[in-house]
């Protein structure tokens, strides 16, 4: 079973899900079964790219600066345990393939403790904050439940070629990003 921060069942989240739709909440975070998936010609990367976020210095960074290289958009939060766990794996990469493709954070979560966070885990790559904007431009790339974690990984020339949406296997952005970066 798929994790999306949280540990319930199938049944538990069609439920939920089902009453959140009834009631109009989005943004749920919960367990969801093979939420990987190829992207297909339907996921248009142009909000990606037409996207912006603010820094630590409350500056815009547009996500277009990064097109040209392959990239992992990776949609988190610090009260993610999904996250929490997957976070290491893409400081590795960012480490092993830095010079050749480029590693995004976007965090829905408060300033301060993005700043604590990536100061604990040292992260070494960039990291922009988003809110209900990053949850609405998630959801344009193929997030449909609004959960976290959810990556989007584009190769060099702004395709996007996969989406994931829960708890990722270990060792699987480095299967995705290799041949993007040979």
Known sequence: ??????AWSIRGVTALLAC?????????????VGAARAASAEVDPRPLFAASFKDFDRKQQSLAQFKGKPMVVYFWATWCKS???EVPELIALHKKFGDKMSVI???IDNTDKVIAFAQQYQINYPLLL??????????QLGNSVGGLPFAVVVDAH??????????TPPGKFEELIRPLVS
Request: glycine residues 16%; aromatic residues 2%.
């Open 1 to 6: 079973m798929k994790k999306i921060c949280g």
């Open 20 to 32: 959140a739709a009834v009631l109009g909440f989005d943004g749920i975070a919960a367990p969801l």
């Open 83 to 85: 996250c929490k766990q």
């Open 105 to 107: 954070g976007i965090a």
């Open 130 to 139: 988003g809110s209900n904007d990053a949850i609405a431009l998630s959801k």
């Open 158 to 167: 702004g395709k996007i070629v996969k989406t994931l949406l829960g708890e």
